[in-house]
């Protein structure tokens, strides 16, 4: 459940594992920094304990560099080409022969070689910079011979196996297990993929959740009563949890950064990012406001007598208005502010206006307005539904 943010406390930090998806917690981290949110403790598993790690050391530069930069190669010992044409489903251009010939010596060689992720914990990951850190730092792994979690901090393990453990942390299915001092680990994910619980026992009280929706168990936890959880996660798809495809990582960058901004400062709007200080009165004010030929287009789109104006406002509150709600697929407990901000995102969308940028209402109400002019200029035609919605907003 989403609480009002306040700035002054000190919080928590859950990150899930998810593989390439964790560019968006980098995209959440720039923006907690920008907005000055203090992070007291970090727990994660999987990509979300290297994130965790890379928080800990305080280098979002770096950190934006290393996943600005990532490669398939950068992860697991594979050709970019190959996995690119795979991923496009480019099957004429790929050797198949070659292909098989890869696949069988991945399976014998028991999965998929990580050699590169672990060279890339060795560049990026600094031990004392983490154990000598403000922020605690906890994240997860599981322990296969005792098919058991272990929760690893960073404050009490001995330095020199943190990068180890970050990398055990990490042992998806799919790659080549290797024992660590003797023992084998699974990914941290695959059993307690969000370990909000790492936080709760150590007596944390405010808590943010970045959700990612990786491969993995969610762990069921009783979260007590005095325990707030803020929760941060994308409304639209990330992609594979290997698809490490340029694009895409800066893409979910970008997509948690707006994300984070909507939770912390309370933005409105499912697809866009607003900022409205209105009462809900004035939206009312706004649908019944319109000309009285809009109202009769809308009551007659919905086959509705519109011979009597003096009953045009009722209608539309009553019978209309629930009609657009269920076609803009709006939550059951929707409010006219809901209505008429989904009104001018379909609007939005549908217009091809930017969609990862704060708006105020004002700022996309004028934008509307100038793209459907200029494309009224161009003589442009409107599915009917959409006309009529334009014509109700402008």
């Avoid at 100038?370 to 009917?384: D, G, I, M």
Wanted: aromatic share 10%.
């Amino acid at each position: 459940m989403n609480h009002e943010f306040d700035f002054e406390k000190e919080y928590g930090l859950v990150l899930e594992g998810g593989g390439a998806k964790g560019a968006y917690q980098i995209g959440v981290w720039k923006a907690l920094l920008e907005i000055g949110v203090k992070i007291k403790g970090v727990a994660g598993v999987s990509v979300g304990a290297l994130n965790g790690a890379l928080i800990c050391m305080g280098d979002y530069a770096g950190a934006k560099e290393l996943w600005s930069d990532i490669k398939y190669s950068t992860v697991m010992k594979v050709n970019d080409e190959i996995m690119e044409k795979l991923r496009n489903r480019n099957f004429k251009e790929i050797d198949l022969k070659e292909l098989t010939k890869d696949t069988i010596k991945i399976l014998a060689d028991g999965g998929i070689d990580i050699s590169p992720l672990k060279q890339l914990i060795n560049e990026w990951v600094d031990e004392d910079r983490i154990q000598n850190s403000e922020i605690e730092f906890i994240l997860g792994a599981f322990l296969l011979p005792k098919l058991k979690e272990v929760e690893i901090s960073a404050r009490d393990v001995d330095k020199s196996y943190l990068k180890d453990y970050l990398l055990a942390s990490s042992y998806l299915p799919a790659f080549r297990n290797e024992k660590l001092h003797g023992t084998r680990y699974l990914d941290g994910g695959m059993f307690n993929n969000v370990p909000v619980n790492m936080l709760i026992n150590r007596g944390y009280k405010d808590i943010i959740v970045v959700r990612i929706y990786g491969m993995g168990l969610e762990k069921p936890v009783k979260i007590p009563e005095d325990v707030t959880i803020i929760e941060i996660a994308p409304r639209v798809n990330l992609g594979g949890m290997l698809e490490f495809e340029s694009v895409k990582i800066k893409r979910n960058m970008k997509i948690g950064y707006y994300d984070a901004l909507r939770s912390l400062h309370s933005l409105k709007g499912k697809i866009y990012y607003l900022q409205s200080d209105h009462r809900e009165e004035f939206f009312i004010g706004k649908l019944l406001g319109v000309n009285e030929s809009v109202k009769k287009a809308l009551l007659e789109y919905y086959h509705m007598d519109a011979t009597n104006v003096k009953m045009f406002n009722r209608t539309l509150i009553s019978q209309v208005c629930p009609r657009v709600a269920l076609a803009l697929k709006l939550e059951k407990e929707w409010n006219y502010e809901d209505l008429y901000l989904g009104l001018m995102e379909f609007c939005a969308k549908n217009l091809k206006i930017q969609k990862y940028r704060v708006y105020s209402f004002e700022d996309l109400t004028r934008l509307i307005q100038e793209k459907y002019r200029t494309a009224s200029n161009k003589q442009e035609e409107f599915p009917a539904f959409l006309q009529l919605v334009l014509n109700l907003l402008i």
